[in-house]
């Protein structure tokens, strides 16, 4: 299989650290170029400050950003399983007219949001907990816990109670 090539973008030894700590954390072959591309942009933001390492090299510091991404996405797998298991496939057979309706309205109930509560959206599609979310806004837990349960009642508002409940 092909893995993306990301020339001039971020530096082949990146690429080649995110490919090696996924094969470590168990993705799959053909599950590495999705896990890339989206761990290819936490990289792009990630500025490695030596003074505020604690005397970690880039390398290591990359690998901790990565392994963590990696985690939050394969817990975010297993919950979707565990969906499925739970509520079985019915709960997920939708035509595609309906799955193009329901993406073109949650496209527009996300962007009725404020700047905040769309991050605390991509977060939580992410995988990523309230004490991450709450640290990457620089707020407590608890006001990203509001924040939620307001989300919840503006999707419920619109009729996409699915997507209140995940």
């Given at each position: 299989m092909?893995?993306?090539q990301?020339?001039?973008?971020?530096?082949?030894w990146?690429?080649?650290?995110?490919?090696?700590r996924?094969?470590?954390?168990?993705?799959?072959?053909?599950?590495?170029?999705?896990?890339?591309?989206?761990?290819?942009?936490?990289?792009l933001?990630?500025?490695?400050?030596?003074?505020?390492?604690?005397g970690?090299?880039?390398?290591?510091?990359?690998?901790?950003?990565?392994?963590?991404?990696?985690?939050?996405?394969?817990?975010?797998a297993?919950?979707?399983?565990?969906?499925?298991?739970?509520?079985?496939?019915d709960?997920?057979?939708?035509?595609?007219d309906?799955?193009?309706?329901?993406?073109?309205?949650?496209?527009?109930?996300?962007?009725?949001l404020?700047?905040?509560?769309?991050?605390?959206?991509?977060?939580?599609?992410?995988?990523?907990?309230?004490?991450?979310?709450?640290?990457?806004?620089?707020?407590?837990?608890?006001t990203?816990?509001?924040?939620?349960?307001?989300?919840?009642?503006?999707?419920?508002?619109?009729?996409?109670?699915?997507?209140?409940?995940?």
């Amino acid at each position: 299989m092909d893995m993306p090539q990301y020339n001039g973008v971020i530096e082949p030894w990146k690429v080649k650290l995110i490919i090696h700590r996924a094969k470590l954390h168990g993705f799959r072959t053909y599950e590495i170029p999705d896990a890339l591309q989206e761990i290819v942009l936490v990289v792009l933001d990630f500025n490695y400050d030596p003074n505020h390492a604690d005397g970690a090299t880039e390398r290591t510091a990359l690998t901790a950003i990565v392994d963590n991404r990696l985690r939050n996405m394969k817990r975010s797998a297993t919950r979707y399983r565990m969906h499925l298991e739970r509520f079985g496939d019915d709960a997920t057979e939708l035509s595609w007219d309906e799955i193009d309706l329901c993406a073109i309205d949650t496209t527009h109930a996300v962007a009725d949001l404020s700047k905040r509560e769309q991050i605390v959206c991509r977060g939580l599609a992410g995988g990523l907990s309230k004490n991450q979310i709450a640290k990457a806004l620089g707020c407590s837990w608890h006001t990203v816990e509001r924040m939620i349960r307001r989300l919840q009642k503006h999707f419920k508002a619109l009729g996409l109670n699915e997507w209140a409940q995940a």
